[in-house]
Structures are given as structure tokens and as C-alpha cells.
């Protein structure tokens, strides 16, 4: 397995491209499987993820074709690929491929919507949750669609189609939200879904789907409403930036000091995120083609924050946040109110030298004067990206063992880092 060596190596100065959003490249890439016609999308992230998902829309029938290297693009441009579910020959979603990407559970809402069945492999837990799926089953049921369990299968029939419905759901589901939006789009009639995420990735979805001929109004509100159409054609569609890369990177040289060019990011992504920065220090500049963060001297001061569905503080972030404030001035209280387990950095950032005790879902960092290099484990994919960041300003060298959860969601990492002045590598196992 490989891992990553870094060295405490003083401020990052330079400009980092962010790349087309993970969370918005997979539901773009499950919702293309609702039409016949091609769907090309732009600014896809080479990232591990993205790669299991295309390996489970080949195993449904769905063609792709990725663009070779163009004129004036770079390695950290993002890909463009066309895709084409021309076919479906597959409505079975199998255990193998779903637990190895949990999102690819979400093809239950174009199978389901398109050939009228699904059988999806339950997606199981991961290391941040037990990541319970009733809030899909719950909706699709609403639309009409005939839904048991068996064999950690779920079975699911709509043999006359899906028929439009008004959904409350009792709590914010980023998931659930896509794939109510997804197979309502071909639903008869209109849905209306109530209490729906507003995750910029949601709007990029519903505008993706609204580019292929669905009719979907309120993206961006907790109330979307569908009028479901015939059939769904192709489109071309750009990938929204990543605002979690970004506010990693933001949080990576508010830790080390120095000034970074977000390139191709926009605020209104993550500005919780950005104020919460500009709290503990960070100095926030933006323009047109994106974001100058810059932390020159002052120290960094403590500060409290509650992760939250969109537009609160994202719990994408939590880990990386957890990391800066170990630096920080004073102490601050972290708490995370979205997935049950997500503190196992804790341990790992403790190993660096870090001030960290846990009550519950609290998490309270005590500043300390400065960290130590030391062997720490990647756990989950946002956890490890928060040892490299306190690695960044530990002294000495730290080593991040199971960098594959890396991999899942960071493009070019080292390589992004390295550009502005950090010692990193990867060593290839
Ligand atoms: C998406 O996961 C993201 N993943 C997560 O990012 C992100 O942390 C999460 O949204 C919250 O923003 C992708 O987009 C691929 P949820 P999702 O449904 O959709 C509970 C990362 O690091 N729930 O909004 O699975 C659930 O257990 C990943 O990139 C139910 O109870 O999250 C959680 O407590 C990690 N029943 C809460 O809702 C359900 O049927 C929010 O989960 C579904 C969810």
C-alpha cells in the first residue's frame, strides 16, 4: 500500500487548480444512465471513486470514451468523457462492485425510473457511519415503486412507471435527494420534495438533468419540485469545483502560512467555510477566476464550529478543521451532528502531538505549541487529508500509511502541494 512521506516545511505560496467535484461527478454520472443519448461531462477528477463508478455503469451496458490530451490543457485540467447508456442490459447492482463505492448504490433511482426494476446490493457501512439507506427506500416507495429487501438485496419494481408525488423528508439527505430528484424527473406527473439538500452538488445535478430536457424548479431551496417528462436527452455538462479540495487547500496554508490562488472556485460554494477562516486568521482575497487565502504572521485564534447540512460548516471539512485548530491559540469545540463515528483522526492527530478530548459528538482542541512528525493511519477518506495538513507544520517527518483513502478524493494531492513549496512524496508500495 502506498504511503506519504511529508516534512514540516514552512508556508505554501503559489496557485492550485481545483478540480471538478467528486461529489458532483458520481450522481452526474448515475443520473446519465436515465437517458438513451449521450451525456458528456467536463472536469471530471481522475480519482479513485470516479474510477469504481465507471467500472459498475460498464457492468449496467453504459459506453465511454474519455478525450485525449488537448492543446493549452495539463495534466491538473480535469478530463472530459463522453458516456452513452444507449442500452441498459444489467438492472443488478451487485455486492462486490456497491460495497467497494457506496454512492453507486444511487443507480437505484435511474434503474428503477428507466426499466421499471432494480435489485441493488445494500451498500453496508463505512468507517464514518452505519449509513442507513431508509430515506431512499422511503421516497421511491412514495413514488409508487413496489420495494422489498432480501439477501442484503433491494428489490425494487415500478412496472407501470413512476408516479409524481409530494415528499417531506424527515432529514436532510444529500443522497436521497439526488436519486428522488433523478427518478422523478421521469416520473408521470409533478414531485415535489420538501426539507431537500441544498448541497451545491445537488443544484449541479438538477441543473445537468434540467440541460437534459427534465423540468426542475427550486434548486438550491429545501423545496424542489419536478413535473416529470417522457424521456431525457443528451447534453454537455461541466463538473462544479470542489469546495471540499478548496477548503482543504484554504486550511492547508491557513496551518503553514503563506498565500495560495484557489483557482476556479467561487465562494457562494463554501462561504461558512470561508468565514470561519477569515475568524481564525486567514486572510480572504476573491476575484472572478477564484480565491487568494493568505495567513502571514498573525497568530491563529481558536474558534467553535458545528458541522451542518449546506449552507452550514460541511462535515467533509470537520477532520481538516479539527487539524488547524490543534495550532490554534486557545481551544476550540468541534462537533459533528451528520455521521456517528467521525472522530477517528483523533487518535492519529493525537499521535502527532496533538490536545484533543472527546465527549460524544464533542470534540474539544486544546492548542499546543507545536506538533511532531511521527507514522499515523489514513482511516477514512477527509480524516487522512487532515494528517497531512497538521504534517504540513509538524517538526520533522511524519509518514501517512493507507493513502488509497486519499486517492478516493483528492486529485494529484502531492503534486498540487509540492507546486507551492511542501515536502511531500509518495512512496509506491
Ligand atoms: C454525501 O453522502 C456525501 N457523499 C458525503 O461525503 C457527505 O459527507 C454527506 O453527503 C453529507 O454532506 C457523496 O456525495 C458521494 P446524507 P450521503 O445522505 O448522501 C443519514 C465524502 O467524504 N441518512 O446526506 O450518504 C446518514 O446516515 C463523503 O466525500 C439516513 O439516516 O449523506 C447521515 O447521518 C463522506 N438514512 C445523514 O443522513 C438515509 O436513507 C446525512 O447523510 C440516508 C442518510
Given amino acids: 500500500m502506498d504511503k506519504i512521506l511529508v516534512t514540516g516545511n514552512g508556508p505554501l505560496n503559489g496557485t492550485i487548480p481545483i478540480s471538478g467535484a467528486k461529489n458532483a461527478a458520481l450522481p452526474l454520472m448515475i443520473a446519465l444512465m436515465l437517458s438513451e443519448e449521450s451525456l458528456v461531462l467536463e472536469n471530471v477528477p481522475r480519482l479513485a471513486d470516479v474510477d469504481s463508478l465507471i467500472r459498475i455503469l460498464e457492468n ?29 442490459i444489467d438492472t443488478t447492482a451487485p455486492y462486490e462492485l456497491v460495497s467497494k463505492m457506496r454512492a453507486s448504490f444511487w443507480v437505484i433511482g435511474p434503474l428503477l425510473a428507466r426499466m421499471g426494476e432494480a435489485r441493488v446490493s445494500l451498500p453496508g457501512g463505512c468507517a464514518i457511519g452505519t449509513r442507513p439507506v431508509d430515506l431512499f427506500i422511503d421516497s421511491l416507495a412514495a413514488l409508487g415503486a413496489d420495494i422489498s429487501i432480501d439477501h442484503g438485496y433491494i428489490n425494487a419494481f415500478a412496472p407501470n412507471g413512476l408516479k409524481g408525488t409530494r415528499y417531506r423528508f424527515p432529514k436532510v439527505s444529500v443522497g436521497a435527494t439526488h436519486v428522488l430528484m433523478m427518478a422523478a424527473s421521469l416520473a408521470k406527473g409533478t414531485t415535489t420534495i420538501e426539507n431537500a439538500a441544498l448541497e451545491p452538488e445537488v443544484v449541479d445535478l438538477g441543473t445537468c438533468l434540467n440541460a437534459m430536457g427534465a423540468k426542475i424548479s427550486g434548486l438550491g431551496t429545501s423545496t424542489i419540485t419536478i413535473e416529470g417528462v417522457e424521456k431525457l436527452h443528451g447534453a454537455r455538462h461541466r463538473v462544479v469545483a470542489d469546495r471540499i479540495e478548496a477548503g482543504t487547500f484554504a486550511m492547508a496554508v491557513t496551518m503553514t502560512g503563506g498565500e495560495v490562488y484557489l483557482k476556479g472556485v467561487q465562494p457562494h460554494l463554501f462561504q461558512t467555510v470561508l468565514d470561519t477562516l477569515e475568524k481564525v486568521g486567514a486572510e480572504i482575497e476573491v476575484d472572478e477566476g477564484g480565491i487568494k487565502v493568505r495567513r502571514n504572521g498573525r497568530a491563529l485564534s481558536p474558534a467553535n ?26 481551544t476550540s469545540e468541534i462537533t459533528e451532528t451528520i455521521f456517528e463515528n467521525r472522530f477517528m483522526h483523533v487518535q492519529e492527530l493525537a499521535r502527532l502531538g496533538a490536545d484533543i478530548s472527546l465527549d460524544g459528538q464533542k470534540a474539544t482542541v486544546t492548542g ?4 511532531n512528525g511521527a507514522e499515523v493511519m489514513a482511516t477514512d477518506l477527509r ?16 509518514t501517512v500509511n493507507r493513502v488509497y483513502h486519499l486517492d478516493r478524493g483528492f486529485e494529484l494531492l502531492e503534486e498540487k502541494l509540492s507546486k507551492c513549496g511542501a515536502k511531500i512524496v509518495r512512496i509506491r508500495d
Fill in 305 to 330: 464550529v458545528t458541522t451542518e447540512p449546506f449552507p452550514g460548516f460541511p462535515t467533509d471539512l470537520q477532520a481538516q478543521f479539527m487539524a488547524l485548530m490543534t495550532r490554534a491559540n486557545g
Fill in 383 to 398: 480524516a487522512s487529508v487532515s494528517l497531512v495538513i497538521a504534517a504540513l507544520v509538524a517538526d520533522g517527518e511524519t
Fill in 60 to 88: 449496467h451496458g453504459i459506453d465511454y470514451r474519455v478525450e485525449g490530451k488537448r492543446r493549452g490543457t495539463s495534466e491538473m485540467s480535469g478530463r472530459t468523457i463522453h458516456f452513452s447508456a444507449a442500452e441498459i
Fill in 368 to 371: 499546543v505549541e507545536g506538533l
